[in-house]
């Protein structure tokens, strides 16, 4: 079993940057690709960016290529996504999500696993 806990949320200008950390329980979290997800308002939860188990290969939604970046620490059970040049259109609560797929498979499902989420609110 695998618990994420999802911080770094809030409110930022757009233009402005945010980093969202995911902290995950259970040793197994190490072998579970992870990713993010949104869902803005009045949408549904779409796919953001995911990473493999070892962190060598990424997955990016076209909206966010060249802004976020996805990273991991195996060491400290954490995943994080570097958010920059925020657009209001990014504003959305954003999950943290795991599970035993591949970072390519999460680019169209989630994995078991998903966080509680953490609002991100850009002002224009």
């Known amino acids: 079993q695998v618990q994420l806990v999802e911080s770094g949320g809030g409110l930022v200008q757009a233009g402005g940057s945010l980093r969202l950390s995911c902290a995950a329980s259970g040793r197994t979290f190490r072998s579970y690709a992870a990713g993010w997800f949104r869902q803005g308002p009045g949408k549904e939860r779409e796919f953001v960016a995911s990473i493999s188990a070892g962190g060598s290969i990424t997955y990016y939604d076209d909206s966010v290529k060249g802004r976020f970046t996805i990273s991991r620490d195996n060491a400290k059970n954490t995943v994080y996504l570097q958010m920059n040049s925020l657009k209001p259109e990014d504003a959305a609560v954003y999950y943290c999500?795991?599970?035993?797929?591949?970072?390519?498979?999460?680019?169209?499902?989630?994995?078991?696993?998903w966080g509680q989420g953490t609002q991100v609110t850009v002002s224009s």
């Open positions: 999500n795991a599970g035993l797929r591949t970072a390519e498979e999460l680019t169209r499902r989630g994995g078991n696993y």
